[in-house]
């Protein structure tokens, strides 16, 4: 099948890793559904596409939000063949110095955005006989290192998450968890955080290091193009200078 003529949605679409696969899936021909809580980015993202793209404010947080995005794909493209569960937050500090609501936001972003993602489009997958999630997880999962215990963890469920429905779903559905190392994203900010010493010094490492989010995008492109009887399940992209 390639990319051609697939419809894809991306949650966090706006900016970084997620406006990076839009737009490089949507010049390979793909129809494009954007996601996330900033229409001003969505509609910044959807203006550099030139072809078929929609977009809809989207909290993942919310189950009603991510039926109504599916929704919207089916109703303007006529299904959905791939969704990216790409939002994500990320609070960088030992456990012990999270606040309840950062400890909260890791979860309801980044597990629960993902599995109200799968849950409204596996019906839909189901109906047509076919689909494919792609899930952006992180190397913070493969090298577990103080400060990003929380955050690990999470992503490392959503890993599980993916492994588990690749085997309930049979051959009709792929199932990829793409782990990002350091991404020169809005995501870890471009000035020095206060505060955590951890923070500062994982902040500092990414402005060293980090690679271009194009980078990752290209890796989601692999898994998206390979005939339908191939599911890449795990990839990781890290910079070569990532310790
Ligand atoms: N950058 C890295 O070094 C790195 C490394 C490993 C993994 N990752 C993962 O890569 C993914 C993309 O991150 P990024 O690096 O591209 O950073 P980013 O530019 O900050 O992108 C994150 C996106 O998620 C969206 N988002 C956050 N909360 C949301 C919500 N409740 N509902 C809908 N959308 C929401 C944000 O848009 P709105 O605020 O407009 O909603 C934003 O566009 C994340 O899952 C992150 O965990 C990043």
């Not at 790409?86 to 980044?110: H, R």
């Not at 899930?135 to 690990?152: D, H, K, M, N």
């Not at 692999?222 to 795990?234: G, I, K």
């Amino acid at each position: 099948m390639g990319i051609e003529g697939k419809v894809v949605a991306v949650t966090g679409a706006g900016s970084g890793i997620g406006a990076a696969t839009a737009e490089l899936l949507a010049a390979r021909g793909a129809r494009l559904v954007l996601a996330g809580r900033r229409a001003d980015r969505l509609r910044e993202v959807a203006a550099r596409i030139e072809g078929d793209v929609v977009w809809q404010v989207t909290d993942v947080r919310r189950r009603a939000d991510l039926r109504a995005l599916v929704a919207l794909a089916v109703e303007r493209f006529g299904r959905l063949d791939v969704l990216v569960g790409n939002a994500g937050v990320a609070t960088v500090a030992p456990l012990g110095d999270l606040t309840d609501e950062q400890i909260d936001d890791m979860i309801d972003v980044n597990l629960r955005g993902v599995l109200n993602g799968i849950t409204a489009a596996l019906p839909v997958f189901r109906r047509q006989g076919g689909g494919h999630f792609v899930q952006t997880v992180s190397t913070s999962g493969l090298r577990i290192v103080p400060g990003q215990t929380v955050y690990a963890g999470v992503k490392n469920a959503v890993r599980t998450i993916s492994e588990g429905l690749r085997q309930e779903v049979g051959a009709s559905i792929r199932v990829t968890a793409v782990s990002p190392g350091m991404t020169r994203t809005e995501f870890v900010g471009d000035r020095p955080p206060h505060g955590s010493p951890t923070a500062l010094a994982t902040w500092e490492q990414v402005q060293r290091v980090a690679i271009d989010p194009g980078a990752i995008a290209r890796a989601i492109a692999f898994a998206v193009e390979q005939p339908e009887d191939v599911d890449v399940n795990e990839i990781v992209v890290r910079p070569s200078a990532q310790g």
